[in-house]
């Protein structure tokens, strides 16, 4: 695989620019200044503990145990029952949710101690209660991804489309029916309770959304318009929607707020947007389908999966420069990494494995089996454990706290 950085700033459908490069140049400040340790160790990889994040959500406490690259996986407990896991992900404070798309249409809940499934939560909504009354009525969605606030208490999940009154042309993966397909929605759900609080629109077809460090914004990828829409989380509304590339899919945010990097997947293209601005820029063409993004708990470091090159490759988080690339099994799609920055848990989706990294080495340092077509990791912090969505129907629960030596690599 040949990745080739490019720098090339795009600017399109009139999207405003002119504060960019000053945003780029003041994060470089931020992260030089802020983030010394992280950055002076960059043919080393990320210093451990020098941020406290699960999963490289800032605020997450960091669990007690040995570093991240000196335990083994043991395999727990497989769940099942009627599910269809897209993605899973684990909240801060003992939560994890399985998105569970059309062919269930429900967001499952499950306790992060005992395992026990704790909600299940169909995926249907009254428009007409959030602000729609064109479209009163029951309308169904089919939840993709799914990202915490830092409190935990909510839970904002893309929804691929929506089906009820007033919906569009079907839309499918191929974008075939492209502008007849209907706008689509993001639902918070409030974990409390276990209901849908709030309806958000955004663009075609939203797959993977991410967070701000602060909480105030999320970014959500619309697969069909080639777009990413910033959302404005204290107001519940769309404020922007920044154009890309083809199948835009991963996404994080940098620790300024402001900053995020976007894959664009069927473009083979890695974007940096600026949230406030609206403008976008192409940094690279990363080889076939750059799928998903995981952000360094310390903010240095940017891992990206390339699935159709079944490579990861790992750059510098603030001017996108790649520092390493690596191997992965057949098809590497989503990415978890450990609140101590020191190691990667990447699903391999043809294979059947999850690979377990050492970001110091970015060297595979253990791999076990899972159940069918791998698609979704997360690591829970509270108890050390990964969890992996199989997209056949089941979910894989490993401990993450054996020594080396006491289980096959």
Partial sequence: MTVQPKHRRRTRR?????????????????????????????????????????????????????PSNTTRLVHRERITGDITPKSVVASPTGTVIANNMMYSHTSTLYDAETLELTRTVVDEVDLAEFGM????????????????????????????????????????DDCANGDAIGLSAVFR????????????????????LSLSADGSRALVSNWC????????LDAGEEIREVPVDAAPRGSVILPDN???????????????????????????DTGDKPRHLVLSP????????????????????????????????REPRTMAISPDGLALYVVNYYANTVSKIDTATLEEIQTV????????????????RVWVANYAGSLDVFDDTAAVGTVEP
């Fill in 14 to 66: 009139g999207r405003p620019h002119e504060q960019f490069t000053i945003a780029i140049a003041i994060l470089s400040l931020v992260m030089a200044g802020g983030m010394v340790a992280g950055v002076a160790t960059s043919a080393l990889g990320p210093s451990p503990g020098s941020a406290a994040g699960a999963a490289g959500e800032p605020g997450a406490a960091l669990p007690p145990g040995d």
């Fill in 225 to 232: 318009d080639e777009t990413v829409s910033v959302l404005d």
């Fill in 133 to 172: 009354p064109e479209r009163a009525g029951v309308t169904q969605g089919a939840p993709v991804e799914a990202v915490f606030t830092p409190d935990g208490a909510y839970a904002y999940v893309s929804q691929y489309r929506l089906r009820g009154p007033g919906e569009g042309a079907t839309a499918t």
């Fill in 189 to 208: 759900l409030d974990v409390a309770s276990g209901q849908w609080d709030q309806v958000i629109e955004v663009g075609r077809v939203p797959k993977f």
């Fill in 258 to 284: 402001r900053t995020a990097y976007v894959t664009a997947m069927y473009a083979d293209e890695l974007y940096r947007v600026d949230l406030e601005t609206g403008e976008s820029e192409l940094v690279m």
């Fill in 369 to 384: 089996e899972v159940g069918k077509n791998p698609i979704g990791i997360t690591y829970e912090p509270t108890q050390r």
């Fill in 298 to 329: 310390d903010a240095s470091r940017l891992y990206m999966t390339v699935s159709g090159s079944d490579r990861l490759v790992e750059l510098d988080a603030a001017t996108g420069e790649v520092l390493r690339t690596a191997e992965t099994g």
